[in-house]
């Protein structure tokens, strides 16, 4: 998995005992998939590509997935999570679920949907894939979910919109950011990653304080913050509280 990533997949891991090679991300912010390769071994069992990357917001090339589908051992699985896909233009991987390819795809209704709290989600890959993913779960979704997710689906403009809306909010919160010289990793997703030059939990705290909060750091990273991407209003009061602090 990459480093940064997330860690819901390698806690899953370390659970069942299940040795974890993290892989810090390339220079562009992808990852790094020759050096998963590498660190995985013939033993890999799941090589874990989010796609865009959470927390960084970064897209990892096509190609390069490409590359680690047709150069994983025999046996092994490449999880490309989506969560975040609809606030991008990025190529989506369930072509490769229907070439028959060992790779499961994962979908959420979580984020540009705004169903956290309801847990709708979907997997998508071979029946004998799938069939190993059953005895980790209940394999169901609460009817709250399936609902949402349902009536979601049948809006045929809502992604558009929220993507647009998300795009132009962060967009023009990165100009900001670029005019008062603060470091941050450009994104594509509802999130970005700012280097605040100092331990990013006394930045965490500071802003906690004024009422905005920021998301958590990462060891690998540890001057940096994940920054949510929420409306203008909420930008705006987080520009005006990031300011204060970095000062």
Known sequence: MANPGYEAG??????????????????????????????????????????????????????????????????????????????????????MVAAGKDVIVLRTFSKIYGMAGLRAGAAFGRPDLLSKMLGFGTGYTPSTGMVGASVSLSVKDLVPQRKKYTQDVREGVFSWMTQKGYSFVPSVSNKFMVDVKRPAREVIASMAKQNVYVGRAWPIWPTQVRVTVGTREEMEKFKSAFERVMA
């Open 10 to 95: 390698e806690r899953a891991a370390e659970f069942i005992g299940a040795p974890v090679h993290r892989v810090p991300l390339t220079k562009s912010y992808g990852h790094d998939v020759k050096a998963m390769l590498a660190a995985g071994g013939s033993g890999a069992g799941v090589f874990y590509v989010c796609n865009p990357n959470n927390p960084t917001g970064t897209l990892t090339a096509r190609e390069d997935i490409e590359y680690l589908v047709k150069n994983k051992p025999a046996g092994s699985i490449v999880m490309v999570d989506e969560a975040y896909i609809h606030f991008s233009d990025a190529k989506r991987c369930t072509d």
